[in-house]
């Protein structure tokens, strides 16, 4: 197992999401890689644990171990494996490394272990001995880091669409994917965008995320995620952000509110890691005020209010965009993200100043963040689902 690189969020890129009315926006910021190493070499990536393996006595017949599934599992321990091959009997003792392992059932093909707790990340040997046979497989159990109660795996699936009925000209929808994977981390894809929920930051400003992150290395050139109803999504390995991404997503893979699985790498390190509702994607919700939805554009003010139909989302961002006199370019804005909780009033204090009769551009996103467990480490997946709604009005 390789840990690839830190990564450092930097402010300010942007992709651009609109025609008419003149829009332009941003997703919040990219991700950059720093030093190409963390500090983790491959030689520490080799089983430095060999020379407490278990021996095997010569005087033993030998036994065969196949398969260990899966082969991974976190340092905490307790994970349940399986190990195939025989012959296996009621004597059978099972060590990972020179750790001895618990035993929930044996058969004479196979056995299910429970995974002893290590020290430190790392590969193991699994052995297993009896009172007539032992066998040992190299390199079969590789412990990750215990991740409970943290993130695992980051990222997001976006979709965006215009609401209200005013905008002029052919409007367009469109989404992206990305995911990676990274050691225990108590993140929140939010902190991306600002320091603590309930806060704005200006549009293009110099908010940088102040943390490391650190991504394990699959090792694979693509990973697919399916939805519950719609078309799987292949992601492509990108070394210069870490992800595996796809930019644009089509409409038939991005359905509002469906799960989506992680399918099995087929190689690598993390081959046979499938994971169920690895995310969900956003949904849309009622936004009484400002009326983005309605049939006119509403007035935008300062200080404006922000009311919805809560508890569908884990958080929201709000954007608010202020065009130019010429309608083409940004003159400033701030993002905000929130809490789920219907109610959200914008500072006056957050503008330099607010002309009349300029065009306020509304970009609400509801995010579910979802937490399911995964598997290799017991870490939380935090991959944001997100569904954007893109409305506009008029400053007052």
């Known amino acids: 197992m390789k840990i690839l690189a830190m990564m450092l969020f930097l402010g300010g890129c942007s992709i651009g999401l609109y025609t008419e009315l003149p829009l332009n926006s941003d997703s919040g910021g990219s991700i950059d890689s720093a030093t190409p190493d963390s500090g983790t070499s491959e030689e520490a990536d080799a089983d430095t644990d060999a020379d407490t393996d278990v021996d095997i006595d010569t005087k033993l017949s030998e036994l065969d171990i196949a398969t260990v599934n899966p082969p991974y599992g976190t340092t905490a321990g307790g994970s349940e494996v399986v190990i195939a091959g025989g012959p296996f009997d009621s004597s059978s003792v099972v060590y990972f490394g020179g750790e001895v392992a618990g035993v929930s059932s044996i058969s004479g093909s196979s056995i299910t272990a429970i995974s002893p707790a290590s020290d430190a990340e790392g590969i193991k040997s699994v052995a297993v001995i009896t009172d007539t046979h032992g066998g040992k497989l190299d390199d079969a159990f590789e412990y990750f880091e215990d991740g409970t109660g943290m993130a695992g795996a980051i990222g997001s699936v976006f979709w965006y669409d215009y609401v209200g009925n005013y905008w002029g000209g052919t409007t367009t929808t469109e989404g992206f994917a990305e995911l990676t994977f990274i050691t225990p981390m108590d993140f929140h894809y939010w902190e991306f965008f600002v320091p603590t929920l309930d806060t704005c930051e200006p549009y293009g400003g110099t908010y940088t995320y102040s943390g490391n992150l650190y991504v394990y290395d699959f090792e694979v050139s693509n990973l697919t995620i399916t939805p519950s109803s719609g078309t799987p999504t292949s992601l492509a390995w990108d070394e210069s952000s870490l992800f595996f991404t796809t930019d644009p997503i089509s409409s038939n893979q991005y359905t509002k509110n469906a799960w989506y699985d992680l399918e099995d790498p087929g190689s690598g390190p993390f081959q046979g890691l499938v994971v169920e509702d690895i995310l969900r994607a956003g949904g849309d ?112």
């Open 285 to 396: 919700v009622i936004v009484s005020e400002p009326a983005i939805q309605g049939n006119n554009p509403p007035d935008i003010s300062s200080n404006q209010s922000f009311r919805w139909t809560a508890g569908d989302a884990d958080w929201i961002i709000i954007y608010m965009l202020m065009l130019d006199a010429s309608q083409q370019n940004i003159d400033q804005g701030i993002i905000c993200v929130v809490s789920d909780d219907g109610v959200f009033d914008v500072n006056s204090s957050e503008f330099s100043s607010w002309p009349t009769g300029r065009q306020v551009n509304i970009l609400f996103t509801p995010v579910r963040e979802e937490h399911a467990l995964l598997p290799h480490n017991n870490a939380e997946s935090r991959i944001a689902g997100m569904y954007q709604m893109v409305g506009a009005g008029f400053s007052r």
